[in-house]
């Protein structure tokens, strides 16, 4: 009996519990119930959370400047390279970002003026459709009419020059590889045009068929229109076809030895990959001993050499007076220790003329005159012509060669010249 009136305890108790359970899960659910039932008496519902707000691009600034910084005059290209920009967002952070070409598309440039010339010009750059405002785009642009330089410093750097002399002399380039664009054609009116310092190496081409002009410069200080000094190079064109530079109008006179019209290679390295030299003069008015020595090229000093790979020297003259005087080389004259190596090309209508002794105008193509040391002519394949130049000596008026002054090379006229003899002696000549 007392076991039974324990269990049925036992069992009582279990029922209680159970009926608590309930309870409570029904006022859970009326609670649930409460939060998602609309408020009735003055009840106040718990706010529904919402998104945190989107973070955008607010505002954009130019932290480095891009590298290029000339500019041809109504040119449409624009080069960012190098840019850095501080991009900043809406919740107040901040993000450097470097210019990539992969991203060229989110890049454009605006209130770039590039209808007039100037070295301070500016430009808003827009990113992402964010557009920088006054004190935070790209400053110290220049729009040139001429040229633009680029060195072989790492990164590139890029500078423009008003004028063909300031871009060949400019400080601090000296001793670099450079190409020189021209964007225009350029009148030379006094001085000439130096490639100066050893290691120096510029190319020399244009956007697009461009002119140098000399002019007619008398006295013992001139000098040809260019002159490439010990340890320089210069390289008109950058290939065979690349026709786009002229070099012509220069006067080279004075009473003393003229040393080319064109271009004066002083010891130093002319290739001519192509362009045009032509209507230059090298004139020695000396009334006894007046040289001029080539007319469109001069090639000259201990190392001075000379390249043609293509292009056109014509219409040149190397013009000496006097007795004693030569004229030599109305194309290109070689003296002392000079070599010229022609490859291709066309050397043709230019003349070599001794005005008061005939028979000293020397070599109306080219002239290689030797004195000291080894000058030397090598003329080589099948499409270097040396052709229609003119002398006023006898002979030789596409190529003279004087002396020991040695012609060589794998051109078929090579092997066959016309033989003569003067009061120098030995003498070669093509005509």
Not at 92 to 97: A, E, P
Not at 277 to 305: E, F, L, M
């Amino acid at each position: 009996m007392k076991k039974f009136i324990a269990y049925l305890r036992s069992a009582m108790l279990i029922i209680v519990a159970m009926g608590s359970l309930i309870s409570c899960g029904n006022d859970f659910n009326d609670m649930m119930k409460d939060r998602t039932s609309p408020p009735s008496g003055g009840e106040t519902p718990l706010p529904t959370p919402t998104p945190p707000p989107s973070i955008t691009l607010s505002s954009i600034s130019v932290k480095i400047q891009p590298t290029r910084i000339a500019y041809g005059l109504n040119s449409n290209d624009f080069d960012f390279t190098d840019m850095e920009l501080t991009l900043k967002y809406s919740d107040g952070s901040t993000q450097d970002k470097i210019y990539s070409p992969a991203e060229a598309s989110l890049y454009s440039v605006t209130n770039f003026d590039r209808a007039t010339t100037g070295s301070s010009k500016t430009a808003d750059v827009t990113y992402g459709g964010v557009t920088t405002t006054a004190g935070g785009n790209i400053t110290g642009l220049g729009v040139h009419n001429l040229v633009a330089k680029r060195g072989i410093s790492s990164p590139f750097t890029y500078y423009g020059y008003d004028t063909l002399q300031t871009a060949f002399g400019s400080s601090g380039e000296s001793g670099k590889t450079a190409t020189i664009t021209m964007y225009a054609d350029e009148n030379i009116t006094s001085g000439n045009i130096a490639v100066s310092g050893s290691g120096t190496d510029i190319t020399l081409t244009g956007n697009a068929p461009r002119t140098i002009t000399g002019y007619n410069c008398w006295g013992n200080d001139c000098t040809a229109l260019f002159t490439i000094n010990s340890g320089a190079s210069l390289t008109l064109g950058t290939a065979v076809s690349d026709n786009t530079i002229t070099i012509t109008g220069h006067t080279n006179s004075a009473s003393q030895m003229r040393a080319g019209g064109g271009v004066y290679v002083y010891q130093g390295t002319f290739i001519m990959n192509g362009g045009t030299i032509s209507g230059n003069t090298a004139y020695s008015d000396n009334a006894s001993n007046g040289w001029g020595i080539g007319g469109g090229v001069h090639v000259g000093g201990t190392s001075g050499s000379f390249t043609m790979n293509g292009g056109t020297i014509s219409g040149n003259t190397a013009k000496g007076n006097g007795s004693d005087g030569r004229g030599i080389g109305g194309g290109v004259g070689i003296y002392l220790s000079g070599t010229f190596t022609m490859n291709g090309g066309t050397i043709s209508n230019n003349n070599a003329v001794n005005t008061s002794t005939s028979a000293n105008g020397l070599g109306g193509g080219v002239g290689v005159y030797y004195e000291t040391g080894s000058t030397n002519f090598v003329w080589n394949g099948t499409t270097a012509e040396i052709i229609d130049n003119t002398n006023s000596a006898p002979n030789g008026k596409q190529v003279y060669k004087n002396n020991s002054g040695i012609v060589s090379g794998t051109h078929g006229n090579v092997s066959s010249p016309t033989s003569g003899t003067n009061s120098s002696g030995y003498t070669a000549y093509w005509d």
